[in-house]
């Protein structure tokens, strides 16, 4: 029976305790970050888009009373809200006399533009209120937990509440310094390691006197404005920030072309580095299955988005499931039964592209095929070196092998992808049997001596393919005489025979494009299903013992 006291009560969210685990691992690794859209400032008191507009349109309507008649979308509205305002705030500044210059009077316009924005922005914000209002959000002390881990954040708000709650002692306990830094230009250099709060659309700090951004991206106009930009490198630390880092997507619609511009280039450049987007569900919203699997799927295979169909009350355990101290994470995960530690072994005949696949999954920890460095001779295949060589080799894999799973058994949390099994090493077998090279497997590498050491548990990824085409990548690798066609197709057929009672999760990685095969090992690791096999009852099967 679950623990009444436990801090996690969603289930949702512990559905996605594999995702909660790939994310601690980023944050302690300074690769996480938060991208924070519209939807957190309905509880912090703010106006969203159509609200703003309509505070924008009644603050004008006295010297523009047109102003009440633009009905278009947010986007359009503001564009052409902002030229009904150009043109009488222009008449009334030359009035004045007192801005001779048009460059001068363009300034003042925007000045003015800006100002009339605050205004409406913070028209319900009160300076004695705003700490309760974050104690009263529903998130949002976890949400600056995240954050002050963080390198960067990204705020596509304007709003400075993210700097507030970092200012406040309690929430943030720093000396002697403001304890973070915020940028707008991506031109900026960070001076901080951590808490850089980035926000791409402008800013405008409650405090009037505050530094503060020039121009805001606030209509259709500057949204294209900034997507042309971008096209020429000017949104390259959001660019950063996608494909370098594991992201969180809050408060977003997924409606915004600059933002899903950016997530269909940053699919492309990293295609396997994927995000989350968490789709926020009121508490009274019901959503079929068929229609979250429709949305699931839409977002993983053209955004390499993983979304996460969240509650207020579950983004607040989710975000709190990440940030806590490793023990009390440890313990709630014992107590509810859920796993921490989740292995995925990727294998297959040599030249089949397990190291190309690896090699796109930064984000995950990832275990190459070998500890140290290899020994020449392994290039060649191994009917082709004398008994001698063969027994020193298999000695050195089996210590390689070895290592890589007393790694593994000594961490406690995350995501594994580890290039080869321990099993693998059975399909090269010549002049001894499988029986033997398992049993040498286990006494020389897995538990040497006394040890009782059991090989990692794991879901086995089998990549297969073509023969021919196998040998034709190994040709510019120099490796074509040693592995001809026939030679790898008689490689793959063991590894199958061996891997079959695991009930492998097969990928074919031929005659195909990469990114596709990338998506396909992707969609296995992200999947919310976790069947690990037991790979060392199976080794002590073959071995007899």
Known sequence: MESTESKFQSREVKSAWKYVCQLRVQLQKNKASLVLGAGISWDLKLPLWESLIKKIKEAMQAKAPEAMMVTDAPGKAALVLFEIFHSYKKSEIEKKNLYTDENLIEKKILSDWRELIHNALYSETKERNRRATIDNHPYFKEMIDFIKQSELTVNYNFDDYVEFGLSCADLNPTKHERPYQTVWSHHAQFTKDKCVIYHPNGFLPFDKKKFQSENLIFSDGAFADQLLDGIGGGLSTLLHVLTKKTSILIGHSLTDSTLLHLLRKAATISPGNYNYFIRFMRDDEVLDAQSRSAI????????????????????????????????????????????????????????????????QFGNLITLDEWFDERPSEMAKSPDGLSTKKTM???????????????????????????????????????????????????????????????IERGEIIHMVGDPREIWSRLITKRKEAS?????????????????????????????????????DVAKIIFSSGYVPVDLDAEMRNIANV
Request: include cysteine.
């Open 483 to 519: 592995w001809p066609p026939e030679k790898i197709e008689r490689l793959q057929r063991n590894s199958m025979r061996l891997y079959k009672p695991l009930k492998p999760r097969i990928v074919h990685s031929t005659s195909r494009r990469e990114i596709d095969v990338i998506r």
């Open 296 to 359: 699931f799927e839409a977002n993983f295979n053209n955004y390499n988005l993983i979304t996460l169909f969240f509650t207020s009350a579950d983004i607040r355990e989710f975000l709190l499931a990440i940030t806590i101290p490793e023990d009390d994470f440890l313990l709630e995960s014992d107590v509810h039964g859920l796993s921490t530690k989740y292995c995925y072994y990727i294998v297959g005949s040599i030249g089949i592209g397990k190291s190309t696949v690896l090699s």
């Open 392 to 454: 020193t080799i298999d000695t050195w894999a089996n210590q390689q092998f070895g290592k890589k799973n007393n790694y593994l058994a000594s961490k406690k949390v995350g995501l594994f992808l580890i290039d080869r099994s321990p099993l693998d090493p059975l399909s090269f077998v010549v002049g001894i049997t499988e029986r033997e090279r398992a049993s040498s497997m286990l006494t020389q590498g897995i538990r040497p001596g006394k040890s009782s050491k059991l």
